[in-house]
């Protein structure tokens, strides 16, 4: 398995953790706050999670989607925790070939 992440902050750590439930082959997680209206440094909400396991393997996009979120929930400012937006790529392991597509805008709030 390869976990990449670019930061060691306690939100993409522990989006990390939840993610293991997957058995991912392969884990990108990228902070992308400070592309973002409100940045400030250290802030942890908006992430981009590109991920490739098996458990994807049959499954819709909105049900890969769902079995993630569903790992993420607590996580979530509607759950009261600090990630506002979570851009998934999920992939079996068949699919993936190193693609890692752009995060959409946040409400045109883009500082870049």
């Known amino acids: 398995m390869t976990i990449n992440t670019s930061s060691n902050t306690p939100t ?4 990390n953790n939840e993610l293991q439930a997957l ?12 592309n973002h209206a409100g940045y400030f440094y250290g802030k942890e909400s908006h992430f981009k999670l590109t991920i490739v396991s098996d458990a994807f393997e049959g ?11 569903a790992l993420a929930n607590s996580l979530l400012t509607s759950q009261g925790g600090q990630i506002h937006a979570l ?14 597509p752009d995060s959409p805008l946040c409400a045109g709030q883009n500082k870049g």
């Not at 058995?23 to 706050?33: G, R, T």
């Not at 499954?59 to 979120?69: E, I, N, W």
């Not at 851009?87 to 890692?100: L, N, R, V």
């Open 12 to 15: 993409a750590d522990a989006l």
């Open 23 to 34: 058995q991912a082959q392969h884990i990108e997680l990228v902070n992308e706050s400070m």
């Open 59 to 69: 499954k819709r996009l909105v049900a890969r989607h769902q079995l993630v979120y």
């Open 87 to 100: 851009a998934i790529h999920a992939y079996t392991p068949t699919e993936w070939q190193g693609q890692s």
